[in-house]
């Protein structure tokens, strides 16, 4: 019988958490014949992509680069060179491209058209299956350590993977039944990586005000909401939903007026909330726990990932993408373009990775580019 040699062969890439940003990891790095593996702890992939917009995967928001990266505010700076090499319009164009049916809202909102959030995590795994990605599922990473000649072992349970790089894709600590615990952030810091402490963005504000627990479970479409600081002076308006519920406040404008609130840590504010012919003040709410939160503010210090690749600083090969990283965006769609793009930018930036396997592939392999053109020009839809 003929004996086969072992030398482990490393894989190019291990892409840790098959949520938005590691499933999108995966198909850029597929489209670029990057050799990977993705590697996610529940059964099956983006668990906390199913949920979003209720089900329905807002997954980006068609407004420009320039629109968009005002819009996130904090972070837009250095996130500006990922979301501009894959602006809204790219998202949107690869999507299509694998003939997701696209519904636009008049804000510029986008969903795929049946209104299901598995329409786009079926597209990620219809073309990470085509493109033979080795996915594993039921696998959570339990650690990552260099190894002595400069790349990685990834460890779990059972076995290890030994990776020329790592992407680090395992999202903030919210709804931690999706899978995202804080492993990624606990993993970069005993590799001497900062963490910025954790805080809940995009969540409800508590009040046990009758006027509105008791109106729980309604909608108001066309709400605002305005936040005063100590002197009386409006620093953030936003029109849009206001939710009644048995806690206290929800909907979009009370999402991105609490986003405000906690990026500009304010202890002292008054909140003006409209809905129906109400109007009503509230000073200091307390918002709800981090563990329900749309997006975690907080995360891996952006001090210490370069936004030029979102390689480390401190550690060659390390590449972080999504919630895990200390960004966020507000509601409408900003938060899955957050993860993709910083996906994307992640592995178009690898050490000797993009597009180097190419040629070792069969000529008649299907090349697909729907995220990959270089200028993130793409057609109107
Ligand atoms: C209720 C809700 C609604 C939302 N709606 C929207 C919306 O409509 N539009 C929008 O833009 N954003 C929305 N968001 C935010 C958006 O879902 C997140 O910002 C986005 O999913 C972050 O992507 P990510 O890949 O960084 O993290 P996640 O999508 O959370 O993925 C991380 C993955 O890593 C896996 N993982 C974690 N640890 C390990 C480990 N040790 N080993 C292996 N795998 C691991 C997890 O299981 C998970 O699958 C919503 C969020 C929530 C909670």
């Not at 849009?240 to 504010?269: P, T």
């Not at 109007?279 to 952006?302: D, H, Q």
Request: hydrophobic share 40%.
């Amino acid at each position: 019988m003929a004996s086969t040699s072992s030398s482990a062969r490393p894989v190019k890439l291990a892409i840790v958490g098959g949520g938005a940003a590691g499933m999108f990891a995966a198909a850029v790095a597929a489209e670029r014949h990057i050799p990977c593996v993705l590697i996610e702890r529940k059964a099956r992939l983006g668990s906390k992509v199913l949920m979003t917009a209720n089900g329905r995967c807002n997954f980006t928001k068609d407004i420009s680069p320039d629109d968009f990266l005002r819009d996130v505010g904090e972070c837009s700076k250095w996130v500006a060179q990922a979301v501009r090499e894959c602006p809204p319009r790219q998202i949107i164009k690869g999507f299509k491209s694998l003939n997701v049916q696209l519904r636009r809202m008049p804000d510029g909102r986008m969903f795929p058209a049946d209104g299901k959030s598995a329409t786009i995590v079926h597209a990620f795994g219809d073309l990470l299956r085509d493109e033979s990605v080795p996915i594993l599922t039921n696998c959570p990473v339990t650690g990552v350590v260099q190894s002595q000649d400069g790349g990685f072992v990834v460890k779990t349970a059972n076995f290890d993977i030994v990776a020329e790089n790592v992407l680090l894709a395992t999202g903030g600590v919210s709804y931690p039944k999706t899978g995202s615990v804080g492993d990624g952030q606990n993993f970069a810091r005993a590799l001497g990586h900062k963490l910025v402490p954790y805080r809940p963005g995009l969540i409800g504000l508590e009040t046990s005000d009758r006027r509105i627990t008791s109106l729980a479970g309604r909608r108001f479409e066309d709400g605002r909401a305005k936040v005063m600081d100590e002197t009386g002076r409006t620093v953030f308006d936003y029109r849009g939903e206001v939710d009644c519920e048995s806690f206290g406040l929800s909907g979009a404008a009370i999402y991105n007026s609490q986003r405000y609130i906690e990026h500009a840590n304010m202890k002292d504010y008054s909140i003006e909330v409209w809905f129906a012919h109400e109007r009503l003040t509230f000073r200091n709410l307390k918002p709800r726990p981090v563990k329900e939160a749309i997006v975690t503010i907080g995360g891996v210090s952006l001090d210490d990932v370069d936004p030029r690749t979102m390689e480390s600083r401190k550690v060659k090969g390390l590449y972080f993408a999504g919630e895990v990283l200390d960004i966020d965006g507000p509601t409408g769609g900003y938060n899955l373009t957050l993860a993709f793009a910083t996906a994307r930018k992640a592995v178009a930036s690898l050490r000797n990775g993009a597009m180097s396997c190419a040629s070792a592939m069969p000529a008649s392999r299907h090349i697909r580019a729907a995220w990959n053109s270089p200028d993130g020009a793409c057609d109107t839809i």
